[in-house]
């Protein structure tokens, strides 16, 4: 009897130092788990009458990008504060989107043709958590739908876990035809093309 008692007694103490660690511990500022309860407001940047967005011309007479060797543009970003990524996130505290404000204009995020695949269908926002099964920026998939990072923002994911990562797909209230991919480990989202499913 005295036995169980004192292994309940160390049971006791080791749970009371276990509690006292996490109590210890701060929440991440960024990432960590944290989902975002909705997705940003509309930029505040007024909208002017749409324009087809154009690749900028070549000098006259020289080969086409692809020929030059050109990569597509890749978009930079500060970070906004240390210990933060520099890469668009969402702060846990308050749910702010940092980096949603290129506007409804933004060139980079222009389709030609929005929602050429249809609209998905799998469930928006904070109550449909998913688990990426695999690919990459240019094709990844869950739960049997293939989707596709804006050429802009593929230098935003290179440290996603494309078998195992956590993501939340938001509507994104500023560019026609994307959605935007929060990845719940890293606090860092990137606009993504839904491409169907199978």
Not at 97 to 123: A, I, K, M, Q, S
Not at 144 to 149: G, H, I, L, P, R
Request: hydrophobic share 35%; net charge neutral; with cysteine.
């Amino acid at each position: 009897m005295s036995r169980r008692i004192g292994v309940f007694a160390l049971s006791l103490m080791f749970l009371a130092a276990a509690q006292g660690q996490s109590k210890g511990k701060k929440a991440p500022e960024v990432g960590g788990g944290h989902v975002p309860a909705k997705g940003p407001p509309p930029s505040k940047q007024p909208a002017r009458a749409a324009e087809p967005a154009r690749p900028a011309e070549p000098a006259r007479g020289a080969p086409p990008a692809a020929a030059r060797g050109g990569a597509p543009e890749q978009r930079t970003f500060a970070a906004d504060k240390a210990g933060h990524p520099a890469a668009p996130h969402v702060e846990a505290k308050g749910d702010k989107w940092v980096g949603h404000d290129t506007g409804p204009n933004d060139p980079h995020y222009h389709l030609d043709h929005p929602f050429e695949h249809g609209r998905f269908t799998g469930g928006i926002g904070k109550g449909h958590v998913f688990r990426l099964a695999g690919g990459g920026p240019q094709r990844f998939w869950f739960n049997n739908f293939y989707w596709s990072v804006a050429p802009y923002d593929i230098g935003f994911c290179a440290d996603w876990l494309w078998d195992s990562d956590s993501i939340v797909i938001y509507d994104d209230p500023d560019h026609i035809g994307w959605y935007l991919a929060y990845n719940a480990r890293t606090g860092v989202y990137v606009h993504v093309e839904y491409l169907g499913n199978s």
